[in-house]
Protein backbone atom coordinates (compact mmCIF):
# COMPACT_ATOMS: atom_id res chain seq x y z
CA UNK A 1 0.00 0.00 0.00
CA UNK A 2 2.81 2.31 0.94
CA UNK A 3 4.88 2.79 -1.81
CA UNK A 4 8.70 3.82 -1.84
CA UNK A 5 10.89 5.33 -4.51
CA UNK A 6 14.29 5.98 -4.33
CA UNK A 7 16.86 8.36 -6.00
CA UNK A 8 19.98 10.02 -5.86
CA UNK A 9 22.41 7.05 -6.42
CA UNK A 10 25.84 6.84 -8.65
CA UNK A 11 29.39 6.58 -8.86
CA UNK A 12 31.20 9.27 -6.95
CA UNK A 13 35.15 9.35 -6.17
CA UNK A 14 35.84 8.44 -2.53
CA UNK A 15 35.79 11.71 -0.33
CA UNK A 16 33.13 13.01 -2.46
CA UNK A 17 29.47 13.61 -1.87
CA UNK A 18 25.77 12.05 -2.81
CA UNK A 19 22.10 13.14 -1.44
CA UNK A 20 19.92 10.35 -1.92
CA UNK A 21 15.89 11.15 -1.82
CA UNK A 22 12.93 8.45 -1.09
CA UNK A 23 9.43 9.56 -2.40
CA UNK A 24 6.66 8.11 -0.16
CA UNK A 25 3.17 7.44 -2.14
CA UNK A 26 0.18 5.40 -1.67
CA UNK A 27 -0.95 6.64 1.72
CA UNK A 28 0.21 8.95 4.66
CA UNK A 29 2.78 8.23 7.32
CA UNK A 30 5.44 10.09 9.03
CA UNK A 31 8.25 10.25 7.77
CA UNK A 32 9.97 9.51 11.51
CA UNK A 33 9.01 6.07 10.16
CA UNK A 34 11.04 5.77 7.42
CA UNK A 35 14.86 4.98 7.13
CA UNK A 36 17.58 3.62 5.19
CA UNK A 37 19.66 0.80 4.51
CA UNK A 38 22.19 -1.05 2.50
CA UNK A 39 23.14 -4.30 0.90
CA UNK A 40 26.47 -4.73 -0.54
CA UNK A 41 27.04 -7.99 -2.61
CA UNK A 42 26.56 -11.34 -0.71
CA UNK A 43 26.53 -9.85 2.64
CA UNK A 44 22.89 -8.64 4.68
CA UNK A 45 20.75 -5.77 4.41
CA UNK A 46 21.93 -3.61 7.25
CA UNK A 47 20.29 -0.23 8.88
CA UNK A 48 22.18 2.48 8.23
CA UNK A 49 20.09 5.25 9.48
CA UNK A 50 16.60 5.19 10.86
CA UNK A 51 15.03 7.44 13.62
CA UNK A 52 14.41 6.56 17.63
CA UNK A 53 11.87 8.23 20.13
CA UNK A 54 13.32 8.69 23.34
CA UNK A 55 11.26 8.04 26.58
CA UNK A 56 10.11 11.72 25.93
CA UNK A 57 8.84 11.19 22.68
CA UNK A 58 11.39 12.73 21.38
CA UNK A 59 12.93 12.16 17.78
CA UNK A 60 16.26 11.85 17.38
CA UNK A 61 18.41 10.84 14.41
CA UNK A 62 19.95 6.95 14.48
CA UNK A 63 23.29 5.73 12.48
CA UNK A 64 25.23 2.78 12.47
CA UNK A 65 28.48 3.28 13.76
CA UNK A 66 30.31 3.13 10.13
CA UNK A 67 28.42 5.97 8.85
CA UNK A 68 28.28 8.66 12.21
CA UNK A 69 29.88 11.53 11.55
CA UNK A 70 29.19 11.43 7.49
CA UNK A 71 26.08 10.67 6.57
CA UNK A 72 22.70 12.96 7.72
CA UNK A 73 19.25 12.03 7.65
CA UNK A 74 16.40 14.16 7.08
CA UNK A 75 13.17 14.29 6.41
CA UNK A 76 9.90 16.76 4.63
CA UNK A 77 6.62 15.93 6.44
CA UNK A 78 4.99 17.90 4.08
CA UNK A 79 6.47 16.17 1.00
CA UNK A 80 6.53 12.96 2.55
CA UNK A 81 10.20 12.49 1.16
CA UNK A 82 13.30 11.32 3.70
CA UNK A 83 16.96 12.05 2.48
CA UNK A 84 20.47 10.79 3.21
CA UNK A 85 23.33 12.81 2.79
CA UNK A 86 26.28 11.17 2.12
CA UNK A 87 30.04 12.90 3.06
CA UNK A 88 33.54 11.85 2.53
CA UNK A 89 32.39 8.72 1.44
CA UNK A 90 34.64 5.57 1.32
CA UNK A 91 34.59 2.54 -0.97
CA UNK A 92 33.20 0.16 1.62
CA UNK A 93 29.63 2.63 1.42
CA UNK A 94 29.44 0.93 -1.70
CA UNK A 95 26.25 -1.17 -2.03
CA UNK A 96 22.66 -0.67 -3.07
CA UNK A 97 20.86 1.86 -0.80
CA UNK A 98 16.91 1.12 0.60
CA UNK A 99 14.58 3.54 1.85
CA UNK A 100 12.40 1.69 3.59
CA UNK A 101 9.18 2.17 6.02
CA UNK A 102 7.40 0.71 9.08
CA UNK A 103 4.15 1.02 11.09
CA UNK A 104 5.87 2.69 14.33
CA UNK A 105 8.91 2.89 16.51
CA UNK A 106 8.63 -0.49 17.67
CA UNK A 107 7.56 -2.34 14.69
CA UNK A 108 9.62 -4.17 11.97
CA UNK A 109 10.31 -2.12 8.73
CA UNK A 110 7.97 -4.12 5.94
CA UNK A 111 8.06 -1.92 3.12
CA UNK A 112 11.12 -0.95 0.05
CA UNK A 113 11.67 0.67 -2.67
CA UNK A 114 13.53 -0.92 -5.62
CA UNK A 115 17.02 0.71 -4.37
CA UNK A 116 19.45 2.96 -6.01
CA UNK A 117 23.14 1.71 -6.46
CA UNK A 118 25.96 3.73 -4.77
CA UNK A 119 29.44 2.93 -5.90
CA UNK A 120 32.30 4.81 -4.45
CA UNK A 121 35.65 4.28 -6.51
CA UNK A 122 39.33 4.34 -4.89
Known amino acids: QVQLAESGGGLVQAGGSLRLSCAAS????????MGWFRQAPGKERDVVAK???????????DYADSVKGRFAISGDSAANTVYLQMNSLKPEDTAVYYC????????????WGQGTQVTVSS
Open 51 to 61: FRWSAGSRVFE
Open 26 to 33: GRTFSVAN
Open 100 to 111: AARRGPDRDFDS
